[in-house]
T-cell receptor, first 117, second 111 residues
């Protein structure tokens, strides 16, 4: 099976612009989660989508949004970029919950490195 | 916010030695997972241990879980240069449908 792919791999934007990142999950996986990783804050959960519905959201401002398509591919959008948005954005897919509500393993993509100038 | 705190933050050992890193968390969990991240790349899942399990093995990896102390440890035996990476624990908190990652341990294997 092909792994999780993310595009683009690198991105440079200026403050005030907006950006859209894309994630294609492993075939058959219906859950896609997004994380932001920075040296200062570590790995922070952004949101998770399952079958086109946002199931959970982290503590990020409304400038961060996402969506999932019927083929499970997902996009996240950041509007009005700020310098602090510079980070590695990671997407992870999984088959969703195990029986009994347990969260199973996540398969991560290589990430998109966003630099805001 | 971080659920898990890894200890130590950084660890350097000689190739062939064993490496142990610890993770502490705050709330009740369904399971705990360990991931590895090579520099600037995506994370790779290593092992998952459920809250009703106490120990699990996978190759050179041994994970323990003590729910009474809210802590877990990851042991890598007979370390290799390729084990150089950051290691993260991630908890699946009960009632909170997401994985929360710890702060990570940076492991360096000296050839």
């Amino acid at each position: 099976k092909a792994g999780v792919t993310q595009t683009p791999r690198y991105l440079i934007k200026t403050r005030g612009q907006q950006v859209t990142l894309s994630c294609s999950p492993i075939s058959g996986h219906r859950s896609v989660s997004w994380y932001q990783q920075t040296p200062g804050q570590g790995l922070q959960f952004l949101f998770e989508y399952f079958s086109e519905t946002q199931r959970n959201k982290g503590n990020f401002p409304g400038r961060f949004s996402g969506r999932q398509f019927s083929n499970s591919r997902s996009e996240m959008n950041v509007s009005t970029l700020e310098l602090g948005d510079s980070a590695l954005y990671l997407c992870a897919s999984s088959s969703g919950f195990l029986a009994g509500g347990y969260y199973n393993e996540q398969f991560f993509g290589p990430g998109t490195r966003l630099t805001v100038l | 916010s971080q659920q898990g705190e890894e200890d130590p933050q950084a660890l350097s050992i000689q190739e062939g030695e064993n490496a142990t890193m610890n993770c502490s968390y705050k709330t009740s969990i369904n399971n705990l997972q360990w991931y590895r991240q090579n520099s600037g790349r995506g994370l790779v899942h290593l092992i998952l241990i459920r809250s009703n399990e106490r120990e699990k093995h996978s190759g050179r990896l041994r994970v323990t879980l003590d729910t009474s102390k809210k802590s877990s440890s990851l042991l890598i035996t007979a370390s290799r240069a390729a084990d150089t990476a950051s290691y993260f624990c991630a908890t699946d908190e009960r009632g909170n449908e997401k994985l929360t990652f710890g702060t990570g341990t940076r492991l360096t294997i000296i050839p």
